[in-house]
């Protein structure tokens, strides 16, 4: 084994202590850090704490804030309800491989993702901290294979979180695939029988994904570094958007004249919206989130242009929809029909076909609503997303040319809503 390959399996030993005390003007906030213990491969008792960090030479270690108030401004916060950092061997069902920071930092993203998703049965399955696929459908199961196929390519080595019991048939859909995390508020008889077949694969019951609406959006207090050594502290954003009639049909004053959008959303564009909106506002910016019929189609992450995000989300919905397409009609990745096409074992219309299908379809946009987690500086985005059929936009406004956007969206006969508020993330 190389050393790299041994590196990715190896507990890293870190030096960091068993309790935090973090103080901020006299009030000191007590953390523990969370280990776990679990057999070694000896079959011996063995307590470990995160296996590494981001990466196998960076020791990490996770800390739950155990005891003491703080007090910011006029909000008071109080440790108390914790979730991922109150992982206890108890929730754990099968530790397949130990965790480290990135599984359980992705767990914590697909339940942000969750929360305000919690009316329906509805799945995520996050890679990088960031979402692959997020649904909402009548039965989890539906609600999963529907965000697995929103990006089949990318939900390889996912988390997936669910927000209702995880039953038999989602779960035989789920060891068909690879994942490195399934987290899930309770599980089926049986279910998971057919999750172990997956030995590596982190089985994780944590019943507070079945009650996400009781925890709604408490204030929490954000803490990052700079590369010298100082600190960042922010308090976390509440959302502005509670439910689809805090949505503002966009309109702007400019030059004396106000310009109003003609077409407001229809319900089904609404809680289209809603959803994309929820899901941007926990995407890493800049960010595009496309949603049809409560789908995610196009996912746009980390771009410095606005336009560039639309058409980098745009590129990845054309690549997954051919993707699809070729897993249904000839059960390989769209990468794989390319080579064997390449070899000469299968016929070179057959692609052609394919691609042609995608384009015909708009790489499966048409339909489709749009969030953007910053305003629309130009016209271009709105442009460029309305050529391929997306009819609906939820954006914060705020922009010197919200008239030329607004504009754009009635040549379209597309709907506009304002939420004022800005989502970034970073």
């Known amino acids: 084994m190389s050393s790299i390959r041994k590196a990715y399996k190896t507990i890293l030993k870190d030096p960091f ?8 003007q006299g009030q000191r906030l007590r953390f523990s850090k969370r280990q776990w213990t679990l057999p070694a491969e000896d079959g011996t008792p063995r307590t470990e704490g995160l296996r590494y960090g981001d990466n196998p030479d960076q020791p990490a270690a996770l800390y739950r804030w155990d005891a003491g108030d703080l007090t910011v401004g006029q909000n008071t916060l109080a440790p108390g309800g914790a979730l991922v950092t109150g992982l206890s061997e108890a929730h754990f069902i099968q530790f397949g491989k130990h965790p480290g920071k990135t599984n359980l930092t992705d767990l914590d993203a697909g339940i942000r993702i969750l929360t305000p998703l919690y009316a329906s049965p509805a799945a995520v ?6 979402p692959c696929g997020v649904a909402c459908a009548d039965t989890i199961q ?3 294979e529907n965000a697995y196929f929103a990006d089949r390519i990318a939900a390889m080595g996912g988390c997936i979180v669910l927000n209702r019991t995880l039953d038999v048939g989602c779960a035989r859909a789920i060891a068909d695939q690879y994942a490195e995390v399934v987290a899930a508020p309770e599980y089926e008889e049986g279910a998971v029988e057919i999750l172990r077949a997956r030995e590596n694969l982190r089985i994780i019951r944590l019943p507070e994904l079945g009650d996400l609406e009781s925890r709604g959006q408490d204030l929490q207090l954000q803490v ?8 960042v502290l922010q308090m976390s954003q509440v959302s502005m958007v509670r439910s689809v009639q805090d949505f503002v049909l966009a309109q702007h004053l400019h030059k004396g004249t106000t310009h109003r959008i003609d077409r407001a959303p229809t319900a089904a564009e609404l809680e289209d919206l809603y959803m994309a909106w929820h899901i941007c506002a926990n995407v890493t910016s800049n960010a595009i989130v496309m949603v049809r019929d409560r789908v995610t189609t196009a996912i746009g992450t980390g771009e410095q242009d606005r336009v560039g995000a639309v058409r980098l989300a745009i590129e990845k919905a054309f690549t997954k929809r051919a993707d699809q397409l070729a897993f249904e009609g000839h059960k390989m990745s769209i990468f794989e029909l390319e080579q064997a096409v390449a070899k000469g074992k299968i016929e070179a219309s057959v692609l052609s076909d394919l691609h042609r299908q995608v384009r015909e379809e708009k790489g499966g946009l048409a339909g489709s609503v749009m969030a953007s987690d910053g305003f629309f500086p130009f016209r271009d985005a709105v442009d460029t997303a309305c050529a391929l059929g997306v009819t609906a936009f939820a954006e914060p406004g705020g922009a010197m040319r919200d008239h030329e956007v607004i504009g754009a969206c009635n040549e379209h006969r597309a709907a506009l809503v304002f939420t004022n508020q800005r989502v970034f993330r970073h």
Do not use: C, F, M, R
Not at 125 to 130: E, L, M, T
């Open 125 to 130: 399955i996050i890679k990088h901290n960031n």
């Open 17 to 24: 202590p068993e309790e935090l005390v973090l103080e901020i």
């Open 224 to 231: 990052s570094s700079t590369s010298d050594g100082g600190l």
């Open 142 to 144: 539906q609600a999963y």
